[in-house]
């Protein structure tokens, strides 16, 4: 797998009169056999995202990256098709066969479901570690990191199950990392998560 990471620029836009926000990143790929070049391109409109909202935006997209990766390399190999739909089942219960499995590697509110349910631990896991890299060990906690490996994921299953009270915290927690200021108007929560624990990158 091969992922190429750019800059873009992509500001909000209005639907039915509500300001739409863009997303931090995204990342473009192509479906068929040998296709493991993938292009991210992060959001430069989120300007002073922290580092620690980086990281998380740059774990994520590379986990859809290789989603569709795994599905590339499995494609006209019968063994691997079943061995994919035996990791996907253990959150989808359609039929397991090639079209199905073509759904779930083109579609981002499947992968969130993945992410939540397979990685979500291991996520949490490298933010840890990342943030201890980067000095956040005497603050840092393993539950905020936690909250932070949903990042995106709103349209998933998985997320949409969690109570009221910790959507709401994860959200408000994204919001902070991604607009440490504010200045965007992405809405700043009240204490106890009012300062972001990354640091706004210059």
């Known amino acids: 797998m091969h992922q190429t990471f750019k800059m873009d620029s992509v500001g909000p836009t209005m639907s039915g009169g509500l300001i739409q926000f863009p997303n931090p990143a995204e990342t473009f790929s192509f479906l068929g056999p040998g296709q493991f070049n993938h292009t991210t391109y992060l959001n ?19 986990l859809h990256a290789f989603f569709i990766s795994k599905f590339n390399a499995a494609i006209g190999d019968s063994a691997k098709m079943r061995e994919l739909a035996e990791v996907y089942g253990g959150v989808y219960s359609e039929a397991f066969d090639t079209t199905w499995l073509a759904s779930v590697a083109r579609s981002s509110t499947y992968q969130h479901d993945l992410i939540i349910t397979n990685y979500l631990a291991a996520f949490s896991q490298a933010l840890y570690e990342f943030g201890v890299a980067r000095g956040m060990g005497g603050w840092l906690t393993r539950a905020l990191c936690k ?56």
């Open 44 to 62: 430069k409109y989120f300007s002073h995202i922290t580092d620690l909202g980086q990281a998380a935006n740059i774990i994520h997209e590379t």
């Open 147 to 202: 909250d932070l490996a949903y990042w995106g994921t709103w349209d998933s299953d998985m997320f949409a199950a969690l109570p009221s009270t910790d959507k709401k915290r994860i959200q408000e927690r994204f919001a902070l990392e991604l607009d440490p200021s504010g200045a965007l108007g992405l809405g700043m929560p009240q204490p106890p998560y009012f300062n972001p624990w990354g640091t706004p990158c210059p």
